[in-house]
Nanobody, 126 residues
């Protein structure tokens, strides 16, 4: 069974930075694209970023482009989301997700992901 455990969330002032981590176990981490999604109160879950299985390509939502960076360390089975210049509207529960199929570039479509973490709160104060 695949398990994903997020860490690194918390409260930060607008303009600050946080780094989220997601540790994976249960299958060959390096073979699967990994994504980050988020859900704010009263809103649907939305795509944030995805990184390909090999780590060579990544995609971002327009709202976080140039502020967030996704990366992965396959030796540690961990994916990261470095968040800078945080805004109040970045406040949400952040989820990491593992792609259903191996050796893909990754997708912003949440239906492409088979496993999800429990989520971690990020709160940005204005």
């Amino acid at each position: 069974q695949v398990q994903l455990v997020e860490s690194g969330g918390g409260l930060v002032q607008a303009g600050g930075s946080l780094r989220l981590s997601c540790a994976a176990s249960g299958r060959t981490f390096s073979a699967y694209a990994m994504g980050w999604f988020r859900q704010a109160p009263g809103k649907e879950r939305e795509f944030v970023a995805v990184i390909s299985w090999g780590g060579r390509t990544s995609r971002y939502a327009d709202s976080v482009k140039d502020r967030f960076t996704i990366s992965r360390d396959n030796a540690k089975s961990t994916v990261y989301l470095q968040m800078t210049s945080l805004k109040f509207e970045d406040t949400a529960v952040y989820y990491c997700a593992a792609a259903e199929h191996a050796y893909t570039l990754g997708s912003p479509d949440h239906d492409s992901y088979a496993y999800w973490g429990q989520g971690i709160q990020v709160t940005v104060s204005s």
